[in-house]
């Protein structure tokens, strides 16, 4: 059965950095997309940023220039860094692989982490 736990969450001030980071375990054949969405209290939840397996990148309008997705393919790890993180930026921050493992090829996600950005 493969997992992914996110890490990296907390309480920041406004203009502050986080590092957010999936790791994913079990038997995994291969991993495509990886991603991040968010969900903010009474929102529906939104696409972040995505990376492709040949490592092409795409991102929210909101956070064009302030976050940056990277993927770990040897660690089957995505990470988000955020900077120049606004109120705004408050949600749960999910990881959502698109991969193949004995299940076959499907979409999974994490717990999510809570992200904070408060004075």
């Known amino acids: 059965q493969v997992q992914l736990v996110e890490s990296g969450g907390g309480l920041v001030q406004p203009g502050g950095s986080l590092r957010l980071s999936c790791a994913a375990s079990?038997?995994?054949?291969?991993?495509?997309?990886m991603a991040w969405f968010r969900r903010a209290p009474g929102q529906q939840r939104e696409l972040v940023a995505a990376i492709t397996s040949g490592g092409s990148t795409n991102y929210a309008d909101s956070v064009k220039g302030r976050f940056t997705i990277s993927r770990d393919n040897a660690k089957n790890m995505v990470y988000l860094q955020m900077n120049s993180l606004k109120p705004e930026d408050t949600a749960v921050y999910y990881c959502?692989?698109?991969?193949?493992?004995?299940?076959?090829?499907?979409?999974?996600w994490g717990q999510g982490t809570q992200v904070t950005v408060s004075s």
């Open positions: 959502n692989l698109d991969l193949r493992d004995y299940y076959g090829r499907g979409s999974r």
């Open positions: 079990g038997t995994i054949f291969n991993i495509y997309a």
